[in-house]
């Protein structure tokens, strides 16, 4: 006892300055390690004649550009930078921020009238001849913890775009580089500015060598979902350089895009995915069909798929993070796989519950992701344009389980991940519902170019009997002439593919007991009384 006592105050004083040099030792040996890997990044890289000491993102980018060019820089949202470097021309770039009353819901409401003219909030640029010929746009983006859907951050990153855009032209007939950096903790948005450009990273800093007949494309679609995605076919060919060059040879030119659709967890979509091949082909179409497939299709459905003009690929399903077991969406997160299809420039992914009723080829001119509204600022993820990209797809996968989905299934993650989107017209994803029509006729518009099967499908129901009718709450998506359409495609295809759509006993017994109780209780739509012909209720 006598002898600890005055061992303690000794020790005291040993322990600070101990503790210092650690943290002193740890300190240089992360600098010495950054060193190191900084060292070994500019081996690979050949541009030693740099001022010292430029900020880190300048020095990265400055070895892209020529020994005696002068590298024009704009800023955005944040003052210039006192640069080392002689051979730079700063610039800081003026634009008025959106006022503050514009909403995200002004940006992106639930309808809009598709045939008035842009109703879309505006949303100021800077006056772009005052900074032509940029080099590099460095930005301050407020990040994605700011809020997903902040129409600030928005602004910031369309006056980059749009910057880049215009000045990444020519000069003296040679294509310059031209870069964005990004400062800020979640980076650019990346609906915008896609994964793949990125050229280096580094904490807060992220630089981007972006394709800009991507950007391009971006810069000309509307602010929001406000306004529906202009007719611009004719920049879409220009853009994607289809008739720029007519001696070239064709099949190198014809772009790379396919309609994909995606079948798990059971065949009760298969007859509706050979009804989707056939439609697409009997519109004409020019494009590859893909179809996703995980292993509980069977080989003979496979056969059948094939058969319909589907090119087939094996997948593994996706788990659904935030569904219960065994729930109807459990698995619809299969649906990213459609990214991994980088053999394609475009998709556009389909439903297996919906058909074609026109030719759709005219809107693959669209970017990702375009898609027809469902509700609230919202799209419906059944008919979606997509470019495939890994970076994509693993970014996808690494966000799904942190980021929620408001019904569980692919389509509140996606909103989540792609808030800003592209508005299709309603035609094109034509969700038949009736939910507000208070007629027993329930016409689907003759315009349309898909029908997107609501309810129980039509080969779950018979030929000549809509069996959505039988049901209180299936009436809202009943309607006979959505019914033809579908079998219209049916009648079309070679016989060999209907042996896909019959009846199960199981199905066949359900579809009866349902209509005995609508003729019990004497349904006043009267389509209980219907003298059903169709054979399949007999090829049990
Ligand atoms: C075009 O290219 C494809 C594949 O690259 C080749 O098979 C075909 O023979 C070429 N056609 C012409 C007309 O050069
Ligand atoms: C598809 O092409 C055929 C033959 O050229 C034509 O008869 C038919 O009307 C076309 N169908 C559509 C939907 O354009
Ligand atoms: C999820 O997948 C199931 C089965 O494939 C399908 O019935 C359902 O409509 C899908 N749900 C969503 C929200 O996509
Ligand atoms: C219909 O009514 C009959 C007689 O009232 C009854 O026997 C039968 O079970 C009912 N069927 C259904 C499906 O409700």
């Known amino acids: 006892m006598a002898y600890s006592k005055p061992s303690k105050p000794k020790n005291k004083p040993f322990t600070f300055p101990f503790i210092l040099f650690l943290i002193a030792l740890l300190l240089f040996t992360i600098h010495y390690l950054r060193q190191l890997h900084d060292d070994f990044q500019n081996k690979a890289m050949t541009y030693p004649k740099l001022a010292r000491n430029n900020p880190k993102w300048f020095e990265v980018v400055a070895r892209e550009f020529g020994d005696e060019n002068t590298v024009n820089v704009g800023f955005v949202n944040m003052d210039a930078t006192k640069m ?21 819901s002004d940006l992106f409401p639930e309808w809009i009238d598709e045939n008035a003219p842009s109703n879309c909030p505006k949303i100021p640029m800077p006056e772009f001849e005052d900074y032509q010929d940029l080099d590099v746009v460095v930005a301050r983006v407020p990040c994605e913890e700011d809020g997903l859907r902040d129409v600030f951050r928005l602004q ?32 650019p948005m990346w609906e915008i500015f896609r994964c793949d450009d990125i050229f280096w990273h580094f904490g807060d800093y992220w630089v981007y060598k972006p394709q800009l007949r991507r950007i391009k494309q971006k810069v000309v679609m509307p602010v929001g979902s406000c306004q529906i995605s202009p007719p611009f076919a004719q920049s879409g060919e220009e853009l994607w350089g289809r008739q720029s060059d007519k001696s070239k040879n ?6 790379r895009e396919a309609y994909v659709t995606v079948l798990h967890s059971s065949e009760a979509y298969v007859c509706g995915a050979i009804a989707l091949a056939q439609s697409i082909i009997q519109s004409n179409s020019t494009k590859d069909l893909v179809l996703l497939a995980d292993d509980h299709i069977s080989p003979r459905s496979i056969d059948g798929l094939r058969s319909a003009g589907w090119k087939i690929k094996r997948i593994q ?22 990214w991994q299809l980088i053999e394609y420039d475009k998709v556009m992914f389909i439903d297996s519950d919906l058909i074609a009723t026109q030719n759709l080829d005219e809107f693959f001119v669209y970017p990702q992701i375009s898609a027809a509204g469902n509700d609230r600022h919202i799209f419906n993820s059944g008919l979606m344009l997509v470019e495939p990209s890994t ?52 016409r689907i518009r003759d315009d349309t170019y898909t ?15 809509d069996c959505n009718w039988d049901k209180v709450e299936g009436q809202q998506f009943a309607s006979d002439s959505a019914h033809e359409k579908w079998w219209h495609v049916y009648d079309k295809m070679p ?45 049990l």
Not at 158 to 169: P, Q
Request: aromatic content about 12%; proline content about 6%.
């Open 317 to 338: 399903r996706i788990r659904s993070p935030h569904s219960k077991k065994n729930a109807y969406n459990e698995w619809n997160y299969s649906k990213l796989r459609i």
């Open 495 to 539: 016989k060999k593919l209907r042996q896909y759509c019959s009846l199960t006993p199981k199905m066949d017994a359900r579809i009866r007991t349902y209509r005995q109780r609508a003729k019990n209780a004497s349904f006043p739509d009267g389509h209980w009384k219907i003298t059903v012909k169709d054979p399949r209720q007999n090829l």
């Open 156 to 187: 910031v990153n369309l006056v980059v775009a749009n910057l880049l855009v215009r000045s990444g032209r020519k000069r003296n007939g040679v294509d310059r580089p031209i870069f964005a950096v990004f400062i800020g903790s979640s980076g």
């Open 250 to 255: 064709y099949s190198i030119q014809k772009p």
């Open 84 to 104: 080392k470097e002689k051979r730079t021309k700063m610039v800081r770039v003026n634009f008025v921020p959106v006022k503050d009353g514009v909403r995200w």
């Open 451 to 465: 029908v997107h099967y609501l309810g129980l499908k039509p080969w779950m129901c018979y030929k000549d009997y």
């Open 391 to 442: 970076c994509t797809f693993e970014t996808l996968m690494r966000k799904r389980s942190v980021v929620e989905s408001y019904n569980g299934g692919d389509q509140g993650f996606l909103n989540e991940m792609f808030p800003w989107w592209h508005r299709l017209p309603a035609k094109l994803n034509h969700l038949k519902f009736f939910g507000s029509v208070p007629d027993y006729v329930h």
